[in-house]
Structure formats: C-alpha cells, structure tokens
C-alpha cells in the first residue's frame, strides 16, 4: 500500500546526542518536506526537497539538516540535540505531476531532548 | 511572500450543529487552497480544496466557499458528529509553487 512512514514515533533523548529522523515513501512522490509543529499547533517548515540530491531550508531556521539521496527517503538529522528542539515533526511528500500540489502527511515523530 | 490569517483558533459546538472556520490570504497569485484535517497522534490529512476559478466545493457534510475578490475562503461542516473533532488547517499556494503556507490551525471540539 502507498504511504509515508516515520520512525520513531516518539523518541526521548539526552541533550548533545546526535539522532536522525526517519521519512520514507512509497508513492513515488519527488517533492518531501519536514515541518516543525509547535505545542500551539502551528506548521512551520525546516525543509524540502524537490528530487533526489536537492535539499533546501525553509521559512524556519533549524540547526537540523537533511538528505535526498533516494526519492523514497528523507531522514532529518540533529548532530546535538538540545531541549529547544523539543517538538513534534512531521514528514510529507507531494506529488507534482498532474493535480497539485496535495501533500501527504506522515504521522510524525514526537522528540523530546531532556 | 503569502501570509494565511486562520479563525478562530478554538471552535466548541454541540453535536449536530454546524462549524464554520475562515482563513484569509494575502498574495493574489494563489490559486490552490487546501484544507487538512489532523486527528490526535496522527499527520494532517487532506480532506477538501478548492482552486481559484471555483466558487464554492461541496463534499457530503463538508463544504469549501472561495471569495477571490476579498481573498478570503472558508470551511463549512454541517450536522458535526463527535468525530469531527479535530485540528484544522487552511492553506494558500500561489501557481507554481509547491510550498503551501498554512494558517495557524483551529481546533475544534463537537461536544456529544
């Protein structure tokens, strides 16, 4: 079945760990993003992508970084993690041939840095 | 850039009756307004959008309404069912651009 998973989806962490967010798709999608979502229920987007080796950071500025070195596969990665990047992300992926630009959402990753 | 106004951000309603929730958008280049739903512990998930040359989109209890001239564009469900109970989002996208701006989020809570 097409979808978008992550894992984990909770993770709770020491401060200066280094972690990577999964995101993987199986619909063939080219365009992935990662948002950030506030406890005050606010998307902000940290990255995007729109194909294999493009990556581009978004309206907000995260210390994360990210890769696309596959279509289907777009892990997040936070080299130190610190208690500011307490929040929950969420992965999505859109599809640009045809009908626009409906993003698919995965069901996110809960991050706590302790 | 685009800027998505979302109100209200709290919605409380009794079971059965309706709920309306409005966004606004700044940039008149947008042309495709989504809107997602996200259920607890899960994605946002779309479940109604409407383009620019239409104005109104109806899909069983939910509706979408689209007034290009005062920018604005609304969410409309009717007879809400406790499980309607949820975080909403509206969107914008100006032609071309593959990166919606979302409004703020309500959420919105039918009391059985």
């Known amino acids: 079945e097409a979808d978008i998973y992550q894992t984990p989806r909770y993770l709770v962490i020491g401060t200066g760990k280094k972690i990577t967010l999964e995101c993987s798709q199986t619909m063939g999608h080219d365009k992935m993003y990662w948002y950030q979502q506030d406890p005050g229920m606010e998307l902000h987007l940290i990255h995007y992508s729109y194909g294999v080796n493009s990556t581009e950071k978004g309206d907000l500025s995260s210390e994360s970084t990210v890769s696309r070195i596959r279509t289907e596969h777009f892990p997040l990665t936070l080299e130190s993690a610190r208690p500011s990047h307490t929040s929950q992300y969420l992965c999505?992926?859109?599809?640009?041939?045809?009908?626009?630009?409906?993003?698919?959402f995965g069901p996110g990753t809960r991050l706590t840095v302790l | 850039g685009e800027n998505v106004e979302q109100h209200p951000s709290t919605l409380s309603v009794q079971e059965g009756d309706s709920a309306v929730i409005k966004c606004t958008y700044s940039?008149?280049?947008?042309?495709?307004f989504p809107w997602y739903k996200q259920e607890l512990g899960k994605g946002p998930q779309l479940i109604i959008d409407?383009?620019?040359?239409?104005g109104e989109k109806k899909d069983q209890r939910i509706a979408v309404t689209l007034n290009k001239t005062a920018k604005h564009f609304s969410l409309h469900i009717t007879e809400t069912q406790p499980e309607d109970s949820a975080v909403y989002f509206c969107a914008a996208s100006p032609g071309g651009s593959y990166i919606p701006t979302f409004g703020r989020g309500t959420s919105l809570i039918v009391h059985p």
């Open positions: 940039d008149s280049a947008s042309n495709y």
């Open positions: 409407i383009r620019s040359n239409v």
């Open positions: 999505a992926s859109s599809d640009t041939s045809g009908s626009p630009i409906e993003q698919f």
